[in-house]
């Protein structure tokens, strides 16, 4: 599954630089975000601490049914959304929003999607290291 999430994540990126995108537009707030979303300090915290805080935060804030004012207030905090309303040819949730950024080598994505049949949003943080194919990073001594 977080091997899923992070070729997602790749894959999101790489498609918002090949449209001349900043992955995710300016670099998010450490803790709340101008809207309220709580971001967590994804720069300095282990990755599963961050995940649990944003999870905790979506799960208080928003319940099925609150589609609308997550999008607005998402939207205002960078995410982007995308509602049911899409031909991807595969089920897809009532609304999806995600914030990618990247900083150096470290991919951080949050996202949050709505599902008809559960009561409460699904939201997740991922921090992803990107590996440069040019750079060798054997360390092994001889």
């Known amino acids: 599954m977080r091997l899923a999430m992070a070729a997602l994540a790749v894959l999101a990126l790489a498609s918002a630089c090949a449209t001349d995108k900043v992955a995710g537009g300016p670099r998010p707030p450490q803790g709340p975000g101008p809207a309220g979303t709580e971001f967590g300090f994804w720069n300095r915290d282990a990755e599963g601490s961050v995940d649990a805080g944003f999870r905790s935060y ?3 804030t928003y319940n099925a049914g609150d589609e ?3 999008r607005a207030m998402l939207e205002k905090d960078g995410f982007r959304c995308l509602d049911g309303n899409r031909p ?3 089920p897809v949730p009532q609304l999806e929003c995600e914030r990618l950024f990247q900083l150096n080598d470290d991919v951080h994505a949050w996202t949050v999607e709505f599902w008809p049949t559960e009561k ?3 939201s997740h943080y991922t921090r992803t290291h990107i590996r440069d194919p040019l750079k060798n990073y054997d360390v092994k001594k001889n």
């Open 88 to 90: 991807d040819g595969r």
């Open 68 to 70: 609308t004012k997550a």
């Open 58 to 60: 979506i799960m208080r």
């Open 120 to 122: 409460e949003p699904r």
